[in-house]
T-cell receptor, first 111, second 117 residues
Framework: GQSLEQPSEVTAVEGAIVQINCTYQTSGFYGLSWYQQHDGGAPTFLSY????GLEETGRFSSFLSRSDSYGYLLLQELQMKDSASYFCAVLLNSGYSTLTFGKGTMLLVSP | DAGITQSPRHKVTETGTPVTLRCHQT?????MYWYRQDPGHGLRLIHY???????DKGEVSDGYSVSRSKTEDFLLTLESATSSQTSVYFC????????????????FGAGSRLTVL
């Protein structure tokens, strides 16, 4: 079976930095993605790592260590609008782009 | 989301009735997916399609069937709805690409909230 573990909830204050971890045990692995979902909305793509290392996109960065089956999403200069759920997802099959998602981490940003 | 629409957005039905959810895309993407989202479970893949008439099962396919007769439409059918199928259903599309380009990005529709009484 496939298993992705991430914390269920994280809290932080505006302007702070927060890291959301994701560990995975899957039968295949081609890459790790992160998606953001605001309450009642559709998930939206944030970042993707196929190779080890850090990918930076504005205030968001994502890291992958394939040897440790571990990745994280780093959010800097937190804003109230960053309050949302964040999902890590493993690309299992490069042929069909099938993703297996973690259960999500709810991030609450307070003033 | 622009380029992908789901219908209906909300539906209440009774146990044992058939239900069909429709996903329509205007992006001409080859790959389409149906996920369900439930509290505590995240997003789980039901079925996916890699072309017209080409579909395959995901991790939670029992009780669901799909059809894709045109590139732009992917239908999800619950032949006989049960209360355990009460959920929010998301359709997604992918332009696909090599695994290093980041093109394996899913674009999700707005979701269809189904309640089975």
């Amino acid at each position: 079976g496939q298993s992705l573990e991430q914390p269920s909830e994280v809290t932080a204050v505006e302007g702070a930095i927060v890291q959301i971890n994701c560990t995975y045990q899957t039968s295949g692995f081609y890459g790790l993605s992160w998606y953001q979902q605001h309450d009642g909305g559709a998930p939206t793509f944030l970042s993707y790592n196929a190779l080890d290392g850090l990918e930076e996109t504005g205030r968001f960065s994502s890291f992958l260590s394939r040897s440790d089956s571990y990745g994280y999403l780093l959010l800097q200069e937190l804003q109230m609008k960053d309050s949302a759920s964040y999902f890590c997802a493993v690309l299992l099959n490069s042929g069909y782009s099938t993703l297996t998602f973690g259960k999500g981490t709810m991030l609450l940003v307070s003033p | 989301d622009a380029g992908i629409t789901q219908s209906p957005r909300h539906k209440v039905t009774e146990t044992g009735t058939p239900v069909t959810l429709r996903c329509h895309q205007t992006e001409n993407h080859r790959y389409m997916y149906w996920y369900r989202q439930d509290p505590g479970h995240g997003l789980r893949l039901i079925h996916y399609s890699y072309g017209v008439k080409d579909t395959d099962k995901g991790e939670v396919s029992d009780g669901y069937s799909v059809s894709r007769s045109k590139t732009e439409d992917f239908l999800l059918t619950l032949e006989s709805a049960t209360s355990s199928q009460t959920s929010v259903y998301f359709c997604a599309i992918s332009g696909h690409g090599d695994i290093f380009s980041g093109a394996n990005v899913l674009t999700f529709g707005a979701g269809s909230r189904l309640t089975v009484l």
